[in-house]
């Protein structure tokens, strides 16, 4: 078991923020009030994810653990669109269907076909994977509908050249699929290959804290990773792809109103 | 052909055109004049569907600009902007773009023809092997003009195309651009281009006037 940590050792690891909101003022990068706010948010969701984490883990009910995914879904989905600047009501199930389906998707292969727990609904394997699996597919999605969505607004000129020597939307719209595609994927890319020497991954830290040996951690580690970058390869170019028909009208020509702020 | 019937056209809530009309005849050279700001370019953009238009209709060669038919109706017609987007790393790959779109699949010219159309635009062979970024604005409109060539396109909308070249290059491209197969709607404010033109449109007062000559 992982050892708990007191009140006590909670507090120093706060005190250590002292020096990151110092450099913040030195600077006046006027971030203190919102890095603050960042924290005090970080620690009540935390505290409260836990709680009902560990209700969720006693009562490994499938319903009650569809029913809290859903609700990470939806939370991710939803800051997906306004990171990216697109306006919620226009993208909302478009974008839920990308993200939802490869979440859904990678950790039910990473669960049924790789683990296997007993039960198969087990609280503690499904919450947790889908949760890793998420996080990432979020941060790949903002990445990629800001980039695609900005590139074109952008170069708007170059956009409608393509369009005016024959390229139908799908091909109009490839470069800067393409650019959105690498922005999004090139950090993780970049994280596996140095995984193991510049930083020792999440899930496999944990692991080994709560016991488990490490040959068995990377097992883990391996897998979910594969999984995770599956599901947000799949999810940014799902993503982007079903917003097209939202986002162009009927002549291709990109719609303005899909931005939340004006260019 | 080109007709535009019963046009207007509003940018940013301002009215630049209101109910007008214009015909273009094959092989017509028309060039537009007006005021800036009073919607010249507007109305190029609007017969590609790069612009949606607030009323009336445009039809290319008897086909009405509608969803369905705007790639056929660019794929038909060479649109050349003031300042040309190459879209590509190096002028050889901005020439061959087009071809890799499924509307122009196999019909990649040959080598020597683009020679001979390099020729006649006054450009040198090596410009093939530069990055677009390299060459002049003079450079980047006769390729973007050139490159509509290569397509065999009959119908140029041409938006102010020689404001950038000299004597001699301007000549070249209207050698190219003035034959008679060729229906030309342009809008310029040079005084040759403006003369070669067989009909000459003003807007004015969010109206089309032919201009007697």
Known sequence: ?263 | MITYKNISLQVHRQTLLENTSLQIGPGDKVVIRGASGSGKSSLLKCAVGALPMAGGSVRVDGTELSAKTASDIRSRIAFIGQEPVLGAESVRDALLLPFTFKAHHGMVPTEEKIFQHLKRLHLSMDILDKPCTRISGGEKQRIAILRALLLNKTIFIADEVTSALDPESRTAVMEELFQPGITLLSVSHDPEWINACERVVEISNHQLMEVER
Not at chain 1, 8 to 27: D, G, K, N, Q
Not at chain 1, 67 to 72: G, N
Not at chain 1, 240 to 252: E, G, M
Request: glycine share 6%; charged share 10%; proline share 4%.
């Open chain 1, 1 to 263: 078991m992982t050892t708990d940590l007191s009140i006590t050792a909670m507090l120093s690891m706060y005190a250590l923020m002292v020096i990151p909101l110092l450099i913040f003022f030195y600077l006046q990068l006027g971030i203190i009030r919102e890095t603050v706010m960042a924290m005090a948010r970080m620690t009540v969701q935390l505290i409260l994810v836990g709680l009902y984490l560990k209700y969720i883990f006693q009562l490994n009910n499938p319903f009650v653990s569809l029913l809290w995914v859903t609700v990470m879904l939806v939370v991710a989905n939803l800051s997906i669109l306004n990171k990216a600047g697109l306006k919620r009501s226009l993208f909302f199930w478009r974008s839920l269907i990308a993200v939802a389906g490869s979440t859904l998707f990678a950790s039910g292969w990473f669960i049924l076909v790789a683990i296997r727990p007993e039960p198969i609904y087990d609280a503690r394997y499904m919450v947790p994977i889908v949760g890793m699996i998420l996080g990432n597919c979020l941060r790949s999605n903002v990445l990629s509908l800001e980039r695609f969505y900005s590139g074109i607004r952008k170069n708007e000129n170059e956009y409608m050249t393509y369009l005016m020597l024959g390229a139908t939307l799908r091909e109009a719209t490839r470069p800067y699929l393409r650019d959105a595609l690498k922005a999004a994927i090139n950090p993780s890319i970049a994280t596996m290959g140095t995984m193991g020497i510049v930083s020792l991954p999440g899930m496999m830290t944990g692991q080994i804290l709560g016991g488990a040996m490490p040959t068995t951690a990377i097992k883990y580690q391996i897998g979910i990773m594969i999984c995770i970058f599956t599901a947000m390869v799949v999810a940014a170019l799902v993503n982007i792809l079903l917003s097209l028909p939202v986002a162009f009208d009927d002549h291709q020509r990109l719609r303005q109103g899909i931005f939340c702020n004006k260019p």
